[in-house]
């Protein structure tokens, strides 16, 4: 009759031993190694935030056209958001690639083929972006009561003065919200700029998938590296919207 192994006897036989799992850990993620993870996310990091000042400027100087009196400069801003909105962003940045620097010769400043690929990346993600903040921006502006710009006007207060020192102030507190939409969608629209070379999280992971086998893993480690950047930003530019609110 057989006798069963005693219980020390079988933990010292087990095939995977408690003492192995950190290496274990180790070999799983060993795909890592070679890849400047946090220098792509890093990338990712200065586009989004280059492109969203220069979206935010001229999203408002938009804005500003759209609520003119000058029918010019209402009717460009108009043309403008209508236009840009609806083309595709891979359109627009491969647009800025192959027709500014290759067709134009326009070299933004640098002979460098990287720092040509950021700007044209900026440049191409400043410009869509700005027609939704443009919106979002006269959708605040929309919130003002009419009453208040009559009354700037009444006291001698022309347009421009009128809208930056009383309409526009209200009109940002009111859609922080919005903005913050606007925000995080550029974060993760900034992966087209791959397309041209830059390189951020998309093109990174690209390469890796490329030559790695861990094609599960890789994609996990790039869409929690987009949650912890775009995570933090709706929460924290949601509570700013609820303590800034505008109170009517």
């Known amino acids: 009759m057989c006798r069963r192994p005693s219980r020390s006897r079988r933990r010292h036989t087990a095939p995977f031993p408690y003492a192995t799992q950190p290496e274990a850990r180790e070999i799983v993620f060993d795909f890592l190694d070679g890849y400047d993870v946090l220098g792509a996310f890093w990338m990712t990091v200065k586009l989004t935030a280059v492109s969203a000042v220069g979206a935010l400027v001229w999203g408002t100087l938009l804005a500003a056209m759209r609520v003119s009196p000058v029918p ?140 790695e086998a861990q094609v599960l893993l890789i994609g996990a480690v790039f869409a929690f590296g987009f949650v912890v950047l775009t995570l933090p930003t709706g929460l924290i530019l949601g509570w700013l919207s609820k303590r800034l609110a505008v109170k009517r």
Do not use: H, W
């Open 72 to 211: 010019l400069m209402r009717g460009f801003g108009t043309v403008y958001v209508n236009i840009v909105r609806n083309i595709p962003l891979t359109v627009i940045v491969l647009f800025s690639s192959l027709g500014l620097a290759d067709i134009f010769g326009m070299t933004m400043g640098s002979d460098d083929f990287d720092i040509q690929g950021f700007r044209l990346a900026v440049l191409s993600l400043a410009g869509y972006t700005a027609a939704f903040v443009c919106e979002s921006i006269r959708s605040g502006i929309n919130t003002v009561p009419i009453g208040q710009a009559e009354a700037a006007r009444a006291i001698g207060l022309s347009f421009s003065q009128t809208l930056t020192l009383v309409v526009l102030p209200q009109a940002f507190r009111s859609v922080i919200g919005p903005l913050a939409n606007v925000l995080i969608a550029l974060t993760k629209n900034t992966t087209v700029a791959a397309a041209i070379g830059v390189a951020e999280a998309a093109l990174l992971m690209k390469t890796m998938i490329e030559n």
